[in-house]
């Protein structure tokens, strides 16, 4: 292959790669706001807000968002929701045997000027779907938020969770509690951390089946696989640059 179709080819592939993500709008509730991409719509149910891909008939089965806050209790603390989200979680599996999650990793993290406990697991909710857990309080409101997604489309949907974690914000006033009774506000009275099998988070009901949906490869597989063969076109076209240049004969 000639040199120059090499670059065209990088060119092309590096197009594909860095097409535009997808436009954005901001959620906001009585507690927390974000940037989402516009393909998410979010809806309270009962005392929680979800979040669901619109449209598509496999896509809100593949990954959720929920998000839930109440009044600070005696356990609900940074150090506290840390300690918890250090120990794994054992959920049942499909055939009823149980299965320990496994942790990805714990933090404090500051994002845009308040402390949240940023954590992950594997299998916590449900088995195969990896879930980010986003926890803080603030005066007398303690929030979490968590991120879910199956394990083959974890990828497709990781800029759409970053984006709404860098973006993530405090917006919940001192008298929410106050006002919060029969408001719709999606405060409830009991259960952040703690509330599910085996002092667990518990959203699971709210997650999809285990193994929904297609299991090609998504768009961000897609992406770094292009950036991967951009990488390749290039050094391949040096390489071949270099071999073409005849060495200079001695006088």
């Given at each position: 292959m000639k040199k120059h179709a090499l670059f065209a080819l990088a060119l092309a592939v590096f197009s594909v790669a860095t097409a535009p993500v997808a436009s954005a709008k901001t959620f906001r509730n009585a507690y927390v706001s974000f940037d989402l991409a516009d393909r998410w719509d979010c809806q309270l149910e009962q005392t929680e807000w979800v979040c669901r891909t619109q449209p598509g008939p496999n896509d809100?089965?593949?990954?959720?968002?929920?998000?839930?806050?109440?009044?600070?209790g005696p356990s609900d603390s940074l150090p506290a929701y840390e300690q918890h989200l250090k120990t794994p979680r054992t959920i049942p599996s499909r055939t009823g045997q149980p299965i320990q999650s496994q942790i990805q990793k714990v933090e404090s993290r500051m994002i845009n000027q308040h402390v949240w406990?940023?954590?992950?697991?594997?299998?916590?909710?449900?088995?195969?779907?990896?879930?980010?857990?986003?926890?803080?309080?603030?005066?007398?409101?303690?929030?979490?938020v968590t991120f879910s997604a199956h394990k083959t489309h974890y990828a497709k949907y990781s800029n759409d969770f970053f984006r709404?974690?860098?973006?993530?914000?405090?917006?919940?006033?001192?008298?929410?509690?106050?006002?919060?009774?029969?408001s719709g506000s999606g405060v409830p009275g009991s259960g952040l951390l703690g509330?599910?099998?085996?002092?667990?988070?518990g959203f699971g009901d709210e997650l999809p089946e285990e193994g929904s949906g297609s299991k090609g490869l998504d768009g961000a597989t897609l992406g770094v696989l292009a950036l991967a063969l951009i990488i390749g076109g290039i050094g391949l076209y040096m390489v071949l640059g270099k071999k073409k240049k005849k060495p200079a004969k001695k006088k």
């Open positions: 809100n089965r593949e990954a959720v968002i929920i998000l839930t806050a109440k009044e600070v406990i940023d954590g992950m697991h594997f299998a916590s909710e449900i088995p195969n779907y990896y879930t980010r857990y986003l926890a803080t309080t603030k005066d007398k409101i303690a929030i979490l709404a974690i860098e973006s993530l914000r405090v917006v919940a006033t001192k008298n929410l509690m106050g006002n919060a009774g029969g509330s599910g099998n085996s002092g667990g988070i």
